[in-house]
């Protein structure tokens, strides 16, 4: 379906415009239907990603900047995700011995049995969305989103 018909706009729209509301109408779509997948567990999309990126540290804790700056979403209040996953015992908090002023933040092993019960459940949902295109398609969409953002 065309944006113009989704918004149903009633007046011509620039292509610049077009582009950015199918990105953010396409953004909003991908996201609700995450944020599901992540509700049937208990977390939110954000609490999903500290998740993925302390399981990506391979066991090696990371601070609240390391954190930060590897969220998608950016404006992500990254201590209240945090005391949020403590409370689920998915993570450890621990003060940094080499940096008081520090927080150092694992994954526990139940974070971990969660993510691996995701894995096959978030790789569907990707892979949904990728259906109806070709691998092809798949690889200029990708590049083409990357030359947009790098703008």
Same mark, same amino acid.
């Given at each position: 379906?065309?944006?113009?018909?989704?918004?149903?706009?009633?007046?011509?729209?620039?292509?610049?415009?077009?582009?950015?509301?199918?990105?953010?109408?396409?953004?909003?779509?991908?996201?609700?239907?995450?944020?599901?997948?992540?509700?049937?567990?208990?977390?939110?999309?954000?609490?999903?990603?500290?998740?993925?990126?302390?399981?990506?540290?391979?066991?090696?804790?990371?601070?609240?900047?390391?954190?930060?700056?590897?969220?998608?979403?950016?404006?992500?209040?990254?201590?209240?995700?945090?005391?949020?996953?403590?409370?689920?015992?998915?993570?450890?908090?621990? *003060?940094?011995?080499?940096?008081?002023? #520090?927080?150092?933040?694992?994954? @526990?092993? %139940?974070?971990?049995? /969660? +993510?691996?019960? &995701?894995?096959? *459940?978030?790789?569907?949902?990707?892979? #949904?969305?990728?259906?109806?295109? @070709?691998? %092809?398609?798949?690889? /200029? +969409?990708?590049? &083409?989103?990357?030359?947009?953002?790098?703008?």
């Amino acid at each position: 379906m065309k944006i113009e018909e989704v918004i149903k706009a009633t007046a011509p729209m620039s292509l610049p415009k077009k582009i950015i509301l199918n990105i953010m109408y396409t953004q909003n779509v991908i996201g609700e239907s995450f944020s599901e997948i992540a509700k049937a567990h208990d977390l939110s999309p954000e609490q999903y990603n500290v998740l993925r990126i302390l399981r990506g540290q391979k066991g090696k804790p990371a601070n609240m900047c390391v954190i930060q700056e590897r969220m998608i979403a950016k404006t992500s209040n990254t201590t209240r995700l945090v005391d949020k996953l403590l409370l689920k015992e998915l993570v450890t908090r621990e *003060v940094c011995p080499d940096n008081r002023r #520090k927080m150092e933040v694992a994954i @526990t092993q %139940k974070g971990l049995d /969660l +993510l691996k019960i &995701l894995d096959p *459940v978030v790789d569907n949902h990707e892979a #949904k969305f990728c259906n109806n295109l @070709t691998e %092809k398609e798949q690889e /200029l +969409l990708n590049g &083409l989103l990357e030359k947009y953002r790098n703008a």
